[in-house]
Nanobody, 126 residues
Framework: QVQLVESGGGLVQAGGSLRLSCASS????????MGWFRQAPGKEREFVAA?????????NYGNSVKGRFTISRDNAKNTVFLQMNSLKPEDTAVYYC??????????????????WGQGTQVTVSS
């Protein structure tokens, strides 16, 4: 069983930055593709970013965050990060970390992911 715990959310002004972290416990972290999703009130869960397992050679981003967000991982610390720059009010949402042990890259389909964190709130004020 894998447990994921997100942190780093908060309130920030538009144009600012936040760095989310997701710490994993349980089985070998490097064997999981990792992803970030978000969900705003009244909206469906949206893909944000994903990173392949082990060597982190493949990353993917949702169109709305490309060029502003960066996903990375530190396998030694069992942690995946989401650096969010140039934040916009429309980035306001609960951000969820997810782990996939069935795919290499994770991808944008939330059905690919087997484990989920509890979420962390990000609020961007205008």
């Amino acid at each position: 069983q894998v447990q994921l715990v997100e942190s780093g959310g908060g309130l920030v002004q538009a144009g600012g930055s936040l760095r989310l972290s997701c710490a994993s416990s349980g089985r070998t972290f490097s064997r999981y593709a990792m992803g970030w999703f978000r969900q705003a009130p009244g909206k469906e869960r949206e893909f944000v970013a994903a990173i392949s397992w082990s060597d982190s050679s493949i990353t993917n981003y949702g169109n709305s965050v490309k060029g502003r967000f960066t996903i990375s991982r530190d396998n030694a610390k069992n942690t995946v990060f989401l650096q969010m720059n140039s934040l916009k009010p429309e980035d306001t949402a609960v951000y969820y970390c997810a782990a996939s042990d069935t795919t290499y890259t994770g991808g944008s389909n939330f059905g690919n992911y087997d484990y989920w964190g509890q979420g962390t709130q990000v609020t961007v004020s205008s």
